[in-house]
C-alpha cells in the first residue's frame, strides 16, 4: 500500500504548479477576476498546449487519458492559483458529463472539441429551488425544446454550448441560440462568474439519460474538494509568511501561541482534506464501492475546512486581511461559493449517514 | 499511489490471520472489564503465545526476534488485532517503546540483557518521565543523578507511570549535569524496580481508577553501566522514544473508533427522540455522520504519515496532526454518545441500568485524558507552529 504520489504524480503537481505560478500569478488572476467573464483565449490556449484539457479523457478524443488522482493534482494546483475562468466548468463538469453520458458518436462531437481546447462548455443543474438533490429538478424537455431557467449556472457567457440537466434526461443547447437569454448573476467568488439561462421553446438535443450523472457529479465534486484544498494551501502559506515577518510587540506574531495555535489548525485542516480528497480521487479512478461515500467525505470536510481556513487566515492578518488588496478574501469567497457548489458539509453528511446509519457501514475498500 | 495491498502485504496479513485464528483467546471478554491487576497475568501468557509466533514485536529487527515489519504491516498487524478483538500485550511500553530506544541505542550487553525478557514479558517496563514540576515543559524535569563511583545515586519523584505497579525495569530520565542548559544535561537509567528506595504509590484519576502510579526514589543506587546512550545525551533518547510513542500509537485507533460508533449508532436505533428513532432525528444524524467522516478521515491521514515515514526513513513532527486528530476526534465522538444516551450516558458501572455496563460513562470521563496524555494539545500544536511551519518558538 502506498498512500504518496508516485513520480510521475509528483512530476504533474510540480510541473502544474510552475505553469500556474508562471501564467497564472496573483496579478493577472486579480486582472482577469475585474473582467466580466474572468475568460482569456490566450491562458485557455496555454491550458490545451499543457494537456489539462483533456486531462482525464480518452485518448480516442483527443484526451491524455491520466486518472482521477491526477486530476485531483490538477484541480489542487488550479486551486492554489485560483485559476479564473471557465476550466472547472468546461474540463471538469461538462467534459465528466459527456463522458460518463454520451455515446461515441456524441463524444466525438463534443468531447474532443474540449479536449483539443476549441470549445468551452458548462452544465446547467440548479433551479430557483437552489436544491443539490436531483429529486428536486423540475424543468423537463418536450418535443425537443426547453421551457424554464437554471441558476447557479457557472460560466455561461463564455461557453459554446450548455449542457442541461432536465428531469427526463440529459440535453444540450446552443449557447448562441436566440431562445436563450443569459444573464449575470453577482456571486461573491469574483473568478467564478455565475449566470441565470432561461429558455424559451429553446431546441434541445438529447445527449443521455440521467442515470450516469451521479458519477460525472462524484468527480466534479472531488475535483472542487481538490480545488479547496489548493485554497487553503495557499492561504495557510500566505498566513504563515505573514505570521512570521509581522512584529507586534517588538515581536513576530507568530511567535505568540494564540497566532501559532491557528496556524497549526489550518496545517491540520488542510492536511485532512488533502487526505480526504486522495482517497476519493483513488476510490472514483478504482470505482471501489465505497466511492460516492469517500466523495461526500472529502466534500464534506473540505467544505467546512475551506472555510474555517479563511476565517483563521484573515484573522491572523489582523487588518491587512481586512482589506482589498490582500489575496486572502478572493480564496475565501471561492471558498464560500464552493462549499455551496455541490452539496454543502450538511448536505454531504446527511448523504455519508445515509451510508452508515440506514445501509450498514462506511468501509474503506482497504479496511 | 496505489492503496491495494502490496503481495507482501498480503501474505504478512494472511499468514497473522492465519495465527490469530488458531491462537486468538475466545474468553478475552470475560475478562477485559475487570481490574487490570486481575488480568495481567492473563495479558503475560497471551504475550508469550505472541512471541512464540513471532508476533509480539513485529516492527523490531529479524536478530532482535521481530519481523523487521514495514509501518504498512504495523498498521495492518494492528488493524488486525483490533479486529479480532484480541487483548492488549503485557508489555505494551517494553515493546512498543522502550525495547525499540534500548535496540536504537543500547550496547550489546544491555541489548543481550533486556530485550529477551521484554519479549517473553517475563520483565515488565514502565516509563519515568513526567514529574510534579516537568510535564509538557519536560527538560525542566530535577530528577537528581549524582555519581558515586560507579553508582549513580538518585532523588526525586516520577508522576503518570503507567505500569509503574506492575514494573519490573523503568526507563528513567534523570539530570545528570545541573550546570549544563536544561535539556543538555539529561541521561536516561535503567532502573530495576526491586532496587532499595523506589517506593510505588497509586495515582487516583478522575475515574476513579489508577492505570498510573507515582514513583518515589530515595538515595536509589544505579550501576553506571545501565545508562542508556551517552551521559548527558538523554533528551535525544527520551526524544527517541516519544517519536515512537506519536508513530506507532495511532495505527490501531481507527477499528476501535469504528467499533464505538457502530455500537453507538446500532443504540441510537433504539432510543427515542421526538418520537423517533434517534437515528432518524436529523441532528443526530448529522453528528454521526460527521464523526464516521473523521474515523476514515484520521485512517486517510495516517497511511500518508505512514507512507511519507517509509519514503523519508524517520518518523517526523506530522505525527502530531495524527495525536491531535485522534484525541480531539476521540472526545467528539464520546460527546455525541453523551448527546444520544441523555440521562442514562451518565450511569456508572455497577448501576443495572447503566447501558452496556457502564462503558460510555467511563469513555466519556477517560477521553478527557487524550488530549493531555501523550504531549497535550497545545504542546502539539506548538510542534506544528515550530517544526513544520517553521514559525518562532513561543517559549
Known amino acids: ?70 486530476l485531483m493534482l490538477l484541480m489542487e494546483e488550479a486551486g492554489r492559483a485560483l485559476l479564473p475562468g471557465p476550466f472547472f466548468s468546461t474540463v471538469v ?53 426547453l421551457n424554464g431557467e437554471k441558476f447557479f449556472v457557472p460560466d455561461a457567457a463564455v461557453a459554446n454550448f450548455i449542457i442541461v440537466v432536465a428531469g427526463n434526461g440529459v440535453f444540450l443547447v446552443d449557447s448562441k441560440a436566440a431562445s436563450l437569454k443569459i444573464s449575470p448573476m453577482s456571486g461573491m467568488d469574483l473568478t467564478r462568474k455565475l449566470y441565470v439561462v432561461e429558455f424559451r421553446n429553446t431546441p434541445a438535443e438529447e445527449l443521455g439519460s440521467v442515470a450516469q450523472l451521479p458519477r460525472a457529479f462524484d468527480i466534479a465534486t472531488a475535483a472542487l474538494s ?27 506574531i507568530g511567535s505568540f501561541q494564540a497566532v501559532q495555535h491557528q496556524c497549526a489548525d489550518m496545517y491540520l485542516e488542510t492536511e485532512s482534506s488533502r487526505s480526504a480528497v486522495y482517497y476519493a480521487g483513488w476510490a472514483l479512478e478504482e470505482k471501489a464501492p465505497d466511492a460516492a461515500t469517500a466523495v461526500s467525505i472529502a466534500k464534506m470536510y473540505a467544505s467546512d475546512a475551506g472555510r474555517t481556513v479563511g476565517n483563521r487566515g484573515i484573522q491572523i492578518h489582523g487588518g491587512m486581511g481586512f482589506t482589498w488588496e490582500n489575496d486572502v478574501h ?4 471561492r471558498a464560500k461559493a464552493s462549499e455551496t457548489a455541490f452539496g454543502d458539509a450538511t448536505f454531504h453528511r446527511e448523504r455519508i449517514a445515509s451510508a452508515v446509519i440506514d445501509s450498514g457501514n462506511v468501509a474503506a475498500k482497504t479496511a | 499511489m496505489d492503496l491495494n495491498l502490496t503481495a507482501e502485504e498480503l501474505t504478512f496479513r494472511d499468514e497473522l490471520r492465519a495465527w490469530l485464528v488458531s491462537n486468538v483467546p475466545k474468553d478475552w471478554s470475560d475478562w477485559r472489564e475487570k481490574p487490570m491487576e486481575e488480568s495481567f497475568p492473563y495479558l503475560r501468557t497471551w504475550q508469550r503465545k505472541l512471541q512464540e509466533g513471532r508476533w509480539a514485536a513485529v516492527s523490531w529487527p529479524k536478530e532482535y526476534g521481530g519481523r523487521s515489519a514495514s509501518l504498512m504491516q504495523q498498521a495492518i498487524f494492528w488493524e488486525e488485532m483490533a479486529r479480532v478483538e484480541a487483548p492488549p500485550m503485557a508489555n505494551s511500553l517494553g515493546l512498543g517503546l522502550i525495547g525499540p530506544t534500548i535496540i536504537a ?29 516537568a510535564g509538557s515543559d519536560l527538560a525542566g524535569l530535577q530528577m537528581e543523578a549524582r555519581l558515586d563511583g560507579d553508582h549513580y545515586v538518585v532523588n526525586g519523584q516520577k508522576v503518570w507511570t503507567s505500569y509503574g505497579w506492575v514494573g519490573n525495569w523503568c526507563e528513567l530520565v534523570v539530570r545528570t549535569d545541573a550546570s549544563l542548559a536544561k535539556h543538555k544535561g539529561l541521561s536516561v537509567l535503567l532502573v530495576d524496580m526491586k532496587s532499595p528506595g523506589v517506593e510505588v504509590r497509586p495515582l487516583r ?39 515512537y510513542e506519536r508513530g506507532s500509537y495511532g495505527a490501531r485507533l481507527h477499528l476501535i473508533f469504528k467499533s464505538y460508533i457502530t455500537r453507538l449508532i446500532e443504540l441510537s436505533r433504539n432510543i427515542q427522540r421526538n418520537g423517533r428513532p434517534a437515528s432518524q432525528d436529523p441532528l443526530i444524524r448529522q453528528k454521526l455522520a460527521q464523526c464516521s467522516a473523521e474515523i476514515e ?18 518518523p517526523g513532527p506530522e505525527g502530531s496532526i495524527q495525536k491531535i486528530f485522534w484525541s480531539e476526534l476521540n472526545q467528539r465522538l464520546q460527546q455525541i454518545a453523551q448527546e444520544i444516551l441523555g440521562s442514562y450516558g451518565q450511569l456508572l458501572a455497577g448501576d443495572p441500568r447503566a447501558i452496556e455496563e457502564g462503558i460510555w460513562s467511563y469513555a466519556y470521563l477517560r477521553t478527557r485524558g487524550n488530549t493531555i496524555e501523550a504531549g497535550t494539545s497545545e504542546v502539539q500544536r506548538n510542534i506544528i507552529g515550530h517544526f513544520v511551519l517553521g514559525l518562532p518558538r513561543s517559549y
Do not use: H
Open chain 1, 1 to 70: 500500500m502506498q498512500f504518496g504520489l508516485s513520480e510521475s504524480q509528483e512530476f504533474l503537481k510540480d510541473s502544474a504548479r510552475k505553469f500556474f505560478a508562471g501564467e497564472c500569478p496573483s496579478a493577472e488572476m486579480r486582472r482577469l477576476m475585474e473582467t466580466d467573464t474572468a475568460y482569456d483565449a490566450e491562458l485557455w490556449s496555454k491550458l490545451t498546449d499543457q494537456g489539462y484539457t483533456g486531462i482525464i479523457f480518452p485518448e480516442e478524443y483527443g484526451g491524455v487519458g491520466l486518472g482521477q488522482v491526477e
Open chain 1, 93 to 145: 463538469l461538462a467534459g465528466s458529463v459527456l463522458d460518463a453520458v454520451c455515446t461515441p458518436a456524441l463524444k466525438s462531437k463534443y468531447l474532443a472539441p474540449i479536449c483539443r481546447g476549441e470549445v468551452r462548455a458548462t452544465v446547467a443543474i440548479l433551479e430557483a429551488n437552489a436544491s443539490w438533490n436531483s429529486r428536486d429538478v423540475q424543468l423537463n424537455a418536450a418535443n425537443g425544446k
Open chain 1, 226 to 252: 481538490a480545488e479547496l484544498v489548493g485554497g487553503m494551501q495557499r492561504t495557510l502559506e500566505i498566513t504563515v509568511e505573514y505570521a512570521k515577518t509581522r512584529k507586534q510587540f517588538g515581536k513576530p
Open chain 1, 330 to 333: 478572493l480564496y475565501y469567497r
Open chain 2, 105 to 133: 541505542y543500547g550496547t550489546e550487553a544491555q541489548k543481550k540483557r533486556f530485550i529477551p525478557k521484554i519479549l517473553s514479558a517475563e520483565e515488565i517496563w514502565c516509563q519515568g518521565f513526567s514529574e510534579p514540576n
Open chain 2, 205 to 243: 484519576q478522575m475515574t476513579g481508577e489508577s492505570e498510573f502510579n507515582e514513583i518515589f526514589f530515595r538515595d536509589v543506587r544505579v550501576p553506571t553501566e545501565n545508562i542508556l546512550g551517552k551521559v548527558n545525551d538523554g533528551w535525544n533518547v527520551a526524544m527517541s522514544t516519544l517519536m
Open chain 2, 297 to 314: 478521515i484520521m485512517r486517510f491521514n495516517q497511511m500518508r504519515a505512514f507512507s511519507r515515514i517509509t519514503a523519508t526513513g524517520v
